[in-house]
């Protein structure tokens, strides 16, 4: 059974930075893209940022883009998303998705996510 | 960068009514469009892939079509469990989703 557990989230301040992290079991990790997708209370989705199974090629949103980083551990099947400079508009549910294998950016399963709050 | 448009933001309608949500790409995407379904506090759950394509699991009461710039989602006979968020998402160069149709019983 796939299975995505997302951690990390919590309350920062402003400018403040935080690590998220997504432990997956149950599917070959390293042959699959995985992806952060976020939700702000009450919102829809947005796409953050994306990561190819061998972590060679990176992707993100321009709302992230020099603030976030994505970064994958094949050897122990887990995704993280550095989160720095962070801004209020950057509160939300963050969840870490997995990318179909019949094409990048289809989103097969999901884990629960994890909330991030950005408040002083 | 293309937006992805959806109608209507909400709806109600009876157990066993069709219900068509759409979804409009401001520049055509071919077939590469996503539809999902999220019920209250969960994650997302992938509903069909490639404008038309069941994903496996899914009732068949889920359908898609379109292709281009218009597309739609049709649920055949509504059932309670339905009531849900659901949103389109383009897949080809960065992805980006539709805003949300929200299905209650009514």
């Known amino acids: 059974e796939v299975q995505l557990l997302e951690s990390g989230g919590g309350l920062v301040r402003p400018g403040g930075s935080l690590r998220l992290s997504c432990a997956t079991s149950g599917f070959t990790f390293s042959t699959h893209g995985m992806s952060w997708v976020r939700q702000a209370p009450g919102k829809g989705l947005e796409w953050v940022s994306g990561i190819s199974g061998s972590g060679y090629t990176t992707y993100y949103a321009d709302s992230v883009k020099g603030r976030f980083t994505i970064s994958r551990d094949n050897s122990k099947s887990t995704l993280s998303l550095e989160m720095s400079s962070l801004r209020a508009e950057d509160t939300a549910i963050y969840y870490c998705a997995r990318e179909s294998v019949y094409d990048k950016s289809i989103f097969d399963y999901w884990g629960q996510g994890t909330l991030v709050t950005v408040s002083s | 960068d293309i937006q992805m448009t959806q109608s209507p933001s909400s709806l109600s309608a009876s157990v066993g009514d069709r219900v068509t949500i759409t979804c409009r790409a401001s520049q055509g995407i071919f077939n590469y469009l996503v539809w999902y379904q999220q019920k209250p506090g969960k994650a997302p759950k992938l509903l069909i892939y490639a404008a038309s394509t069941l994903q496996s699991g899914v009732p068949s009461r889920f359908s898609g079509s379109g292709s281009g710039t218009d597309f739609t989602l049709t649920i055949s006979s509504l059932q309670p469990e339905d009531v849900a968020t659901y949103y389109c998402?383009?897949?080809?160069?960065?992805?980006?989703f539709g805003q949300g149709t929200k299905v209650e019983i009514k």
């Open positions: 998402q383009k897949y080809n160069n960065a992805p980006t």
